[in-house]
């Protein structure tokens, strides 16, 4: 039983680590299009569609990380219970 929780907390782990630079990436595209200044127009209209669509992606991916989070925690918990269920 052990083995099938560490499996899965190394499966969750790596699909974390995965994330984590897509993360890094929405976040730079955010603050590099919050601090670039654009022209009036139609350029502006693009560049407000880009900002959306980057804190989507950005919402989208943080809420996948602190699933991923919860899921490797309640792992963890559960495979501490269980080996100190063993032990009593």
């Known amino acids: 039983m052990h083995d099938h ?19 890094e990436r929405a976040r730079q595209s955010i603050t590099r299009l919050e ?3 654009v022209p009036a127009g139609a350029t502006a209209l693009a560049r407000a569609a880009q900002l959306s669509a980057a804190r989507a ?6 809420e996948r990380e ?11 918990a559960e495979l501490t219970d269980q080996q100190l269920t063993e032990h009593e």
């Open 5 to 23: 929780f560490r499996r899965r907390i190394e499966v969750l782990t790596a699909r974390l680590n995965n994330l984590r630079p897509g993360l």
């Open 35 to 37: 601090n670039d200044t």
């Open 57 to 62: 992606m950005a919402a989208t991916l943080a």
């Open 66 to 76: 602190r699933h991923l989070l919860v899921a490797i925690r309640s792992l963890h």
